[in-house]
């Protein structure tokens, strides 16, 4: 009954929606809105339990004394703080709460991004070789690319940023839709495994067992 | 003489005179066709008009250059809809308008009327009138309908040869081949193995394959007993995969090594997120991590941080702008449909092998389709194509 | 000189991050002031805004967070100016959760700047939950997802809103995101409501929506910050994306020298161990 339950409900409301996609009727239109509603409302309490999952896995890790405890002592304070300025002193612009997310939240997410800049030079020193033609042709592309999307490379040529949004254009685009294409198919072919019950993974059972 | 002058002068000044003050106006449409649209939800009329013979007048007063739209309800006045100018939604040398935010069972009455290039409005109309309906069946949608009966009779026509013990081929995929390697890598240091199954929610096909893929390392982590982080994004991708790792462990006869901190949940902002992982990645150091989900900026900064700690990496996603950033930093990618892949692959199942026939048949039917499509395009064929528009 | 070249290959990426680092600050403190190039996506956007008559309706939607602010502010910032300069009726929203305080930001500053005067001239509708949703409805009436703007007057009572409907009444959107959201505005403002759509998008997304300018679906791409300082240079008002252009330019040279370097040492260590093992 644990796993036959779940299933059903999941094939029922996966072929209800198949269904309700091809039915125009305001019936419909309203069915499938109390749906997206219900899964608002499912979302929402799991985040209830995310929270009590991050609280006990550092607390676990302070009351022990694990290593590295102290990181996990700072995130259940920020956590406590945060929430508490949220509630007691709401979240609109100026107050407690909106003040921790402009100025440490922001910044600090600003530079976490900003690491992308490092790591794409490393990356790239690392491991663009050209090791073999394909490698080679993408090495050759990369370096044009990234001229053309400069304006040295228009210093250099004014060839470079047109072969550059050639680039983009055709091959990338190319290989980008028929990307696209596999992926579209193996969703259906993942949601349709996943609606007739082959697929069960998502019940904690590997592998339909 | 005289009287001969007279008259001819008072003909002269007659013909100009009722030249000047004409009372001539466009011709409004010939024939007007106001009927349900069809396939939607009882918001929609159709407004169908014949041109005016006075489009192609040389007469500027009379030439027309747009058709007003009136629409009144039972009971009501005539309120301006639309103006369409000609040319403009014509449909087999007919005017089609679909007028929307209609009310349900409610008689809508229409009038058509010519306006010239100097706003001289018809005398006459063309008028109908309609009661919008709601449809069971949206036909526009029929195109995708006989798609999905395809696909799903191929994938019928596959898993039941599956299941009757044809042996199926899929080539091999050097990612998933390299798992083993990575969990006795890990084995063999003494260091865990970290898994992320991406930044999107349990809806996304890929984050469900990402959970298929952590049911089986998980096993096989569970089997060598070695330790297994699992930091997550969305609580609720966590809850079932604390359910996926907990079996794992039970199938493995492990259940005593399980503990719901093996799968935590983090933070659903993005590079908090990433900052948490990096953090762990820097402290734990684990001997293998792996990618598996859906991606967005942060990919790289992910994948630089292992490979700087000098893990073996297996990404794997569907997000194509983020595929040269895993293609860079990691050892083995699995690109697009191979993470979708995985859970046939890694279970060896002959069904879930049926199912990965079916899509590479459905992928040969596409590029088919696609090049008759090119050939009638080329020649500008275009009805082809309108085929498969999806409304 | 084979031990100095793989001990290149190999070096500390702390070293790259140095040198990437300079090449960052140094432009900024110290511009070169390199020419920028227009391009005809961003071109075509310009001309968009730029031949709409005065008093035009135009949507702005800021869907983007604070962690793509450094490379979609620019761009936002010149559009509004853009915008405001042509005496537009600008109506500014977000889609976004994370977007309403980068939105109202971005239209208060650049209205500031401007001179122009909330309720007349630019309205902030702020957030409101379903892209989707949030898009179909202003296509019907806008009062559908807005009744009221950001600080809770009804719409009614904003005097440019009277008279105001839906995307009827609307020239042209522009979606300026770091997601995936400009393909809705496409799918339903677009392919339903028959509105112009323009986007601005972060440089790696904007690949993903060149088949949207092919096909004429969007009229115009601003991608990245080169795009920013395109549109920068074209509006006439030089900002960050403009000044950020050096740094980048620096940077691309900088990892292409390190890509170019690093393969000839690759390939001379390849050559040294061959002949070392034949």
Request: glycine share 8%; net charge neutral; with cysteine.
């Amino acid at each position: 009954m644990k796993r036959e339950l779940p299933l059903f409900i999941c094939a029922l409301m996966g072929i209800t929606m198949i269904i309700q996609y091809f039915i125009p009727h305001p019936y419909s239109i309203k069915f499938y809105q109390t749906v997206i509603g219900w899964f608002i409302i499912i979302m929402t309490f799991a985040f209830v339990l995310g929270i009590m999952s991050i609280a006990r896995v550092h607390w676990n890790k302070v009351s022990r004394k694990q290593k590295d405890w102290f990181y996990s002592l700072v995130a259940l304070i920020s956590l406590s703080v945060t929430l508490f300025v949220g509630f007691a002193f709401g979240i609109e612009r100026g107050k407690p709460f909106m003040l921790i997310f402009e100025y440490i939240q922001v910044p600090m997410e600003s530079t976490m991004f900003s690491l992308l800049a490092f790591y794409i030079a490393s990356a790239a020193f690392r491991t663009f070789r050209a090791r073999t033609f394909e490698a080679t042709l993408l090495l050759i592309a990369a370096v044009i690319v990234m001229l053309g999307r400069v304006p040295i490379g228009y210093m250099i040529s004014s060839k470079i940023p047109a072969i550059s949004g050639w680039i983009l254009d055709i091959p990338n685009l190319a290989a980008k839709r028929g990307i696209m294409i596999g992926v579209g198919l193996g969703s259906i072919s993942m949601g349709l495994k996943i609606i007739l019950g082959v697929e069960r993974s998502w019940l904690g059972t590997i592998g339909g067992e | 003489m005289r009287l001969i002058w007279s008259l001819v002068f008072i003909l002269m000044v007659l013909t100009v005179g009722s030249a000047l003050c004409t009372d001539e106006t466009p011709s409004p449409p010939a024939t007007i066709v106001v009927s349900d649209k069809g396939s939607d939800d009882g918001s929609k009329l159709r407004v169908e008009w014949s041109p005016s013979p006075d489009e192609k007048s040389t007469n500027p007063v009379l030439r027309v250059e747009r058709y007003r739209i009136m629409r009144r309800e039972i009971g009501g006045q005539f309120e301006e809809v639309e103006e369409v100018f000609v040319g403009e939604g014509m449909e087999k040398g007919r005017y089609i308008y679909i007028d929307s935010n209609l009310q349900l069972g409610k008689r809508y009455i229409y009038r058509v009327y010519s306006v010239s290039e100097k706003d001289v409005v018809s005398k006459g109309y063309a008028g109908g009138s309609s009661v919008p309906v709601a449809n069971l069946f949206n036909v526009e949608r029929l195109n995708v309908l006989i798609f999905i009966v395809a696909f799903a009779g191929l994938f019928i026509y596959f898993y039941r040869r599956a299941k009757g013990g044809v042996e199926l081929y899929v080539r091999p995929i050097a990612g998933l081949s390299a798992v083993d390697e990575a969990i006795g890598r890990a084995t063999e240091m003494g260091k865990p193995i970290l898994y992320i199954s991406g930044l999107s929610t349990v809806d996304d096909i890929s984050t469900i394959a990402a959970i298929t893929i952590l049911g089986r390392v998980a096993r096989r982590v569970a089997e060598h007993e070695t330790k297994l982080i699992v930091p997550n994004y969305d609580p609720v991708v966590m809850l079932v995969e604390q359910e996926v790792v907990k079996q794992a462990y039970l199938e493995a006869g492990h259940p005593d090594a399980y503990s719901d901190d093996i799968v935590f949940y983090i933070t659903t902002r993005q590079f908090s997120y990433v900052a948490a992982v990096d953090g762990i990645m820097v402290r734990e150091k684990p001997a293998a991590n792996f990618f598996m989900g859906y991606y967005f900026a942060e990919s790289l900064i992910l994948a630089e941080t292992g490979a700087a700690t000098g893990a073996i990496q297996i990404a794997g996603t569907d997000a194509v702008t983020q595929l040269p950033f895993f293609i860079t930093a990691c050892d083995y990618t699995l690109i697009g449909e191979e993470l979708y892949a995985a859970s046939a692959y890694l279970s060896k199942d002959p069904l879930q092998l049926g199912t990965l026939k079916a899509q590479d048949y459905m992928k040969l039917a596409i590029a088919v389709i696609m090049g008759i499509g090119i050939i009638t395009a080329t020649f500008g064929l275009n009805w082809f194509q309108r085929l498969f528009v999806a409304r | 000189m084979k031990n100095l070249l793989d001990k290149f290959l190999k070096m500390d990426r702390r070293y790259i991050f140095f040198l990437v680092a300079l090449g960052v600050i140094i432009p900024l403190i110290v511009p070169i002031g390199l020419p920028v190039d227009i391009t005809k996506p961003v071109k075509d956007v310009y001309d968009a805004i730029d031949s709409l008559p005065e008093g035009s309706y135009v949507i702005i939607s800021l869907d983007y967070d604070p962690a793509t602010i450094p490379e979609l502010d620019p761009m936002a910032y010149a559009i509004l100016r853009h915008c405001f300069r042509k005496n537009l009726k600008v109506i500014t929203m977000t889609l976004l959760p994370a977007g309403p305080g980068v939105a109202e930001m971005a239209t208060k500053t650049c209205a500031k700047l401007e001179n122009k005067k909330y309720g007349e001239d630019y309205v902030f509708l702020g957030y409101k939950v379903g892209v989707s949703a949030v898009i179909l409805g202003i296509g019907e009436d806008i009062r559908i997802p807005f009744p009221q703007d950001y600080y809770g007057t009804s719409i009614d009572d904003l005097p440019m809103m009277k008279g105001y409907k839906n995307y009827d009444d609307t020239e042209i959107v522009i979606t300026i995101s770091g997601t995936n959201v400009p393909a809705s505005w496409v799918a339903y403002a677009h392919q339903r409501y028959h509105v112009n759509v323009a986007s601005g998008v972060t440089a790696v997304m904007a690949a993903d929506f060149y088949p949207y300018l092919q096909t004429g679906q969007m009229v115009g791409l601003i991608g990245g910050l080169k795009g920013a300082a395109e549109y920068e240079k074209l509006v006439g008002v030089p900002g960050k994306a403009f000044v950020g252009m050096d740094a980048q330019s620096i940077i691309h040279s900088l990892i292409i020298i390190l890509i170019i370097i690093g393969n000839i040492a690759y390939f001379i260590v390849r050559k040294s161990k061959k002949e070392g093992v034949g």
